[in-house]
């Protein structure tokens, strides 16, 4: 919603060029564009700093979204630290099946923990290109952004006032729980939506991974995952109940469920360890057209959300940030439109294409475990051709590591 009237009670207004909500992997990377291009912002963040350094979620990124990042100089730590991969594992039918995806694209992903990339772009931001970042607000409101004259306003923390900045331009980089979404006006906006029915156990072991790539269990009891977030901590998933207790899930009955899931012949015991997260995330998507209202572009799992199946999301965060980060630039700098007019269109092409494949690897990974013996044998089909034509080997490749020339 927009609030019309903006009524500060701080003795003066603020004027920048743009202010950015969120303080995650996308408004933090237009954050640093922005500074780079000597171009003023405020980014205001609901957490503290310490919170969005150690808020653990995603690990893969994608080649092209590392080097969108190096690019802008954004990504030091990263090249240096980042484990790369190469293959990863379908496990089924009791046996490992490997797939070479770099052999066959010359591509491949990252894995670097999305606390230490976030670590990483907030020092950028405000210690290294001296960007005015502000944690712990409250109350975010968006005032006039339908006008030429948009604000944004908030209680500080400190002194519980609340502080207006105007601006030219607001980007709703606030995630899939944010206030910016609900600023757009609900007659020109679609929300397309699609729930799997599916709940995935998230969990994080302090337990070192128990192979060298990312594991794909397809399992009658459900699907399992297995990948590396650093040489001590491996993330796990295990399919269940949308909406089920995390309580439910005692530590023996997690590993129990993991080594049965996963299991391959000749394959080594899983390492356990303590569960350090525990968390039941039902798995949705959400994708909001356009992603533009007047002076308010939304980025990230703001504008579209694609569950965790494909490990697509902050990939997708990053892209939008790269595209709203230039485009400003362009605008405020050089006057150059192009790049905001086309930027909802230019973003939502790279999103349907990954919600698609979310869906179809949603098949693949749900269709054993469904209780339909129809849905299972072509689960078992689909799976059985990765392996055995090169053409769907590469049609796989390119989309599971995003590869594609266009959108
Ligand atoms: P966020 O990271 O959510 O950042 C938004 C920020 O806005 C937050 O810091 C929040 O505190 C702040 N905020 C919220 N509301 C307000 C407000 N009102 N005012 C001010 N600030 C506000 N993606 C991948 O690409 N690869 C993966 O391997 C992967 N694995 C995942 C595993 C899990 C378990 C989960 C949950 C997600 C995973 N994702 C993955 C998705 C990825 O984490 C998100 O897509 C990504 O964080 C989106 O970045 P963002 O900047 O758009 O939003």
Redesign the pocket.
């Known amino acids: 919603m927009t609030h019309s009237s903006p009524h500060a009670n701080s003795p003066s207004p603020q004027r920048v060029p743009v202010v950015v909500?969120?303080?995650?992997?996308?408004?933090?990377t237009v954050g640093n564009i922005l500074r780079a291009a000597s171009i003023d912002c405020v980014v205001?963040?609901?957490?503290s700093r310490k919170?969005?350094e150690q808020?653990?979620?995603?690990?893969?990124?994608?080649e092209w979204a590392v080097r969108g990042l190096e690019q802008r100089g954004l990504a030091g730590n990263l090249l240096e630290r980042a484990q790369r991969h190469t293959m990863c594992e379908f496990r089924f039918g009791g046996r490992g099946h490997r797939f070479p995806y770099t052999e066959l694209t010359g591509h491949h992903h990252f894995v670097y923990p999305?606390p230490l990339l976030?670590t990483d772009l907030v020092r950028e931001y405000a210690d290294v290109r001296g960007g005015d970042i502000r944690f712990g607000?409250r109350d975010?409101r968006l005032h006039n952004t339908d006008t030429d004259r948009p604000s944004v306003s908030?209680l500080c923390p400190e002194t519980g006032r609340r502080q207006l900045i105007h601006c030219d331009f607001v980007a709703g980089?606030?995630?899939?729980?944010?206030?910016?979404r609900s600023a757009l006006p609900p007659e020109r906006t679609r929300i397309a939506r699609h729930d799997y029915g599916i709940g995935w156990l998230?969990l994080l072991a302090e337990a070192p991974p128990s192979s060298d790539c990312v594991l794909f269990g397809v399992h009658p009891h459900g699907f399992a995952g297995h990948?590396a977030r650093s040489p001590e901590v491996t993330?796990y998933y295990l399919q269940c109940p949308p909406g089920d207790d995390p309580e439910n899930w005692s530590h023996e009955r997690v590993w129990t469920e993991l080594r049965q899931r996963l299991a391959a012949a000749d394959a080594p015991p899983l390492t356990e360890g303590r569960l350090l997260e525990k968390r039941v995330?039902d798995m949705h998507d959400y994708v909001v057209e356009p992603m533009v209202s007047g002076r308010l572009f939304l980025?990230?799992?703001?504008a579209h959300?694609?569950a965790?199946i494909a490990?697509?999301?902050?990939?997708?965060?990053l892209h939008?940030?790269f595209l709203l980060g230039d485009s400003l630039a362009a605008h405020l700098t050089k006057g150059d439109d192009s790049g905001l007019d086309g930027y909802s269109e230019a973003c939502l092409r790279r999103v349907w294409d990954y919600q698609e494949f979310s869906q179809w690897l949603s098949d693949v990974y749900h269709g054993t475990a469904s209780g339909d013996p129809y849905r299972a044998g072509t689960t078992l089909a689909r799976l059985r051709r990765l392996f055995a034509s090169p053409a769907a080997a590469a049609a796989f490749a390119e989309q599971y590591l995003g590869t594609a020339a266009q959108f």
């Open positions: 909500i969120g303080a995650g992997p996308a408004g933090l205001l963040e609901a957490e919170f969005i808020r653990p979620r995603a690990g893969v990124i994608e999305q976030v607000v975010v908030y980089c606030d995630g899939a729980r944010g206030v910016t998230a990948m993330r995330l980025a990230g799992d703001a959300l694609t965790p490990a697509k999301g902050m990939n997708l965060a939008d940030a």
